[in-house]
Each structure stands twice: as C-alpha cells, then as structure tokens.
C-alpha cells in the first residue's frame, strides 16, 4: 500500500510545493500555503486498455455542437452580466464579501425560475427553516423550488439524482465535504473535490450550477486558484458595507463578455435592481463646488456617467501625500505629474486626494481627463459647470487622445441632461452630436483647462 504523500498548495495562485513555506515561491504571497494529504493509488492497479473508456479523439469538423442554450433569470442585471442569460450546463460560481447579498441573489432569481424549470437549493449553512422564513421576506414561494440544508458530497448528489433537476443552487462551497477525503471542510482539498464532482455533474447531466463562494480578508476566492479555472463563469459581488447599491462584476466568462456590470440596491425585500446606474451614481451631487467633474465611461457595452472629486490642499510633510479611491493610484500619480508639467500647476507643494462617488471603480483611459480637470478646479478653486461631460484621455505630452463608442458616451451624456461637454479633438469628426448637447474639442490639456475654467 502506498503512503500517503502530503503537499503544500498555494491559495492565491494554485502552486504546489512538498513542504510549506511563509512566502510562495511562484506568486510572492505571504503565508498562503495550505496543507493537502493526497490520497495514495492503489499498487497493482491495471490500467485502462485503449478504447475502454468509449470516448475517442473526433476531428473538430465532425463535433456537433448544436445551439447555445440560453434562458433568463428574471433579473436583466444578471443577464447581462452573463453575457444574455445563463447556459444551460454551465457552472457560475459567485463570490462576495459577508452580507453582501449573494444568497438573496440566487433565492431571488428562484421565482422565475421555477416557472419553467426545476430547482433545487442546497445550504450548506442555513436550516430549511430558515430558508422558507428568507424566502417569506423576499416573497418567494413557487411551486418548483425544492430546498435541502445538507453539507455531505454523496448525500446532495443523491438528492440530485432522485429530483432531477434543471437547475442547482449550492451555498457555499466551502461548507461541503466529501467523506473520502479527510481533510476539514473548506480546505483546498475539499474545495477542489467538491467542486470537481458539481462540474462533472453539470456537464454530464446537463444541469446549471450557481455556487456560492466566500471571499478571504484579501478579498479573494477562498480556496484554491484551481476552483476559477474549473467553473465556466465567476461573478463577484462588490459594495460599500455602508451603502445600499451593489455592484456585478464578472471576472471570467466562457460564454460572454466580462466589461459588463449589473447594478442593485439592497432594500427590504432583497436586491432591486438599478435600469439607470448614471442616475444613481449622480444623485447628491454638489451644485458650485470647486473639485468635481462629471466622467463618463463604458462598462461593456453600457456608458456609465460617474463623478470625480478631487481635493488639493497645502502638504505640511516634505513628500506630499497622493491619495486615489475608486482610480488606480499609480495612474493618479501620472496625472498629477503631467498636470504639473504641462498645466503648470505646482501640485509638489501640495496634498492630492481624489475620489469616485458611488463606489464605482474607474480602470479606462476615457476617465484621465475628468480626473485633470478636478484636480485642476480645486487647485485653483474655480468650479466647473454642473452641467459639463469631460471625456478624453491623457497623454504624458498633455495631448488629449480619443477614446472608443465616442457616440454612445455622447447620447447618454445629452440624455441625462447635460448641455456642455469636452472632448479630444483628433479621432472625432465623424461623432454625432446630440441635440442640445455643445461639444468643445481640444488638442490638450492647456485648451481643456482654458474651456472649462474660463
């Protein structure tokens, strides 16, 4: 009989090592090993003869791959997160912080569900009764929806088995276990087995599986790198524990995009969803105060209008301190220097902290420019006009450079009701301008200050 043999894996990128360290050789972070005892393989044990399984090589002209089948949640927030609907066969695994709202989620969207298709909910960390008295607040109660408080492997896929499902709900990964393996439950070697068993049973049974995974204090998956890999689409849930609105994101999707966001807002009968996130973003707005401007971005194929504000105030340490929320602070860094140097404004003698409302996190290039402008309305405390769009991005020459779905930015800046906006000159003449909407074009970032702060 073989021993067993005991090795070390990484959560934070998947690495394997036969004994543990405090920092990860492969990816740096510290204090991610886990341990993990793999079981020993029989000795003796023939291997399978060629054909044995029934499965042989086909060439790729000769696989029938039939139609993508898509179906509706219920929420269009989720949809589009999704990319148009969930597969049929596919494996979603959402992630969040606690309390965020993942498990309202996913009993939510069981009401629409189960008007065509059967579902079956399994917590791992909730009694049935507890779920029936979420299901009363959230007023869901249909006919289809069957519910299990299991944490046993063997006993939910038998469950899975006898109802026949269309649908699987699992909260949370880390809550379950398989038998055979003897590791706690949420270890890397139990979250691996258990979500290669749900994977296996999507595939082969043709069931959508929605599992709900717990983030670690890095705010990660937790558990092993491998779980993303494996599922077909990763969600994770993200806001403000002091704010109501959440957003949608999606990471990894095999059947769509992953620019897309779904916007929600926690209320008393679980998550609302938000058809208007520009609107929401805006709400609460300061009217004449210097140090915001209104940038307008994609997310996926939404424009999203969100505010920037930005604060200049007199450093009193000899390194002046760089602050940025909701905008990659090496990218803020950038745009002082450049504002320094080709706007010339003094910004080394002065404290710089900037921030996006609403808990929106802005990673495109078409932000630069609302982001100089803020930064340069509080250094010289003039305000911008409340009713002004700046859209462009920032060259280190200061030359303001085009950015993409120019006319959709546009139409969403003129319906919300703005009547000015800013954009780069070069990249733009075939742009339709909306009606009641005056567009400024400008070369760099010396007219845009100009034509803004006039």
Request: hydrophobic share 40%; charged share 25%.
């Amino acid at each position: 009989m073989a021993k067993a043999k005991t090795v070390f894996y990484c959560t934070a990128c998947g690495n394997e090592t036969p004994k543990w360290q405090g920092r990860c050789p492969a990816c740096g972070a510290w204090n991610t090993m886990e341990e993990h005892v793999e079981k020993p393989v029989p000795a003796g044990r023939p291997k399978p003869a060629p054909g044995s399984t029934g499965r042989m090589p086909q060439r790729l002209r000769e696989v029938d791959c039939g139609t993508e089948i898509r179906f509706s949640t219920g929420m269009w927030e989720l949809d589009r997160v999704l990319g148009g609907g969930a597969v049929e066969g596919s494996l979603v695994l959402v992630g969040g912080a606690p309390g965020i709202g993942k498990s309202t989620l996913l009993l939510q969207i069981c009401s629409q569900l189960c008007v065509e298709r059967k579902v079956l909910y399994v917590s791992g960390e909730e009694s049935e009764r507890q779920i029936k008295l979420r299901a009363q607040r959230l007023e869901v109660a249909p006919e289809n929806l069957y519910i299990l408080s299991e944490t046993r492997l063997s006993d939910i896929v038998e469950a899975v088995e006898q109802t026949r499902p269309d649908i699987l709900i699992v909260d949370s990964i880390q809550t379950l276990y398989n038998e055979e393996n003897e590791s706690t439950p949420g270890s890397v070697s139990q979250v691996k087995d258990c979500t290669m068993t749900l994977m296996h049973l999507s595939k082969n049974a043709g069931i959508t599986v929605f599992v709900v995974g717990h983030i670690n204090k890095d705010g990660n998956i937790a558990g092993p790198k491998v779980l993303e890999h494996m599922v077909d689409c990763v969600l994770n849930f993200e806001g403000d524990p002091n704010t109501s609105y959440r957003l949608l994101r999606a990471a990894k999707n095999r059947f769509g995009s992953t620019n897309e966001i779904g916007v929600f807002e926690m209320g008393d009968r679980g998550l609302l969803q938000v058809p208007n996130p520009s609107q929401m973003l805006l709400e609460g707005r300061p009217e004449g105060a210097p140090g915001t401007c209104v940038a307008c971005v994609m997310e996926g194929t939404r424009p999203v209008l969100a505010e920037v504000q930005a604060l200049v105030t007199k450093t009193t340490f000899n390194v002046p301190r760089r602050t940025a929320d909701g905008f990659d602070f090496n990218r803020a860094v950038l745009m002082l220097a450049v504002a320094e140097k080709r706007a010339n404004m003094k910004l080394s003698l002065f404290d710089a902290y900037i921030n996006v409302i609403g808990g929106l996190r802005l990673d495109e290039p078409g932000a630069d420019l609302p982001v100089v402008l803020a930064v340069a309305s509080s250094y010289r405390e003039q305000v911008i006009p409340d009713d002004l769009v700046a859209i462009g991005e920032v060259g280190l020459t200061g030359e303001i450079r085009s950015v993409s779905n120019m006319n959709q930015r546009l139409s969403e800046a003129a319906r919300l009701g703005f009547k000015k906006c800013v954009i780069p000159r070069n990249g733009t003449e075939k742009v339709e301008i909306p009606c009641g909407l005056t567009i400024y074009r400008v070369r760099n970032l010396r007219e845009a200050i100009e034509v803004v702060l006039a």
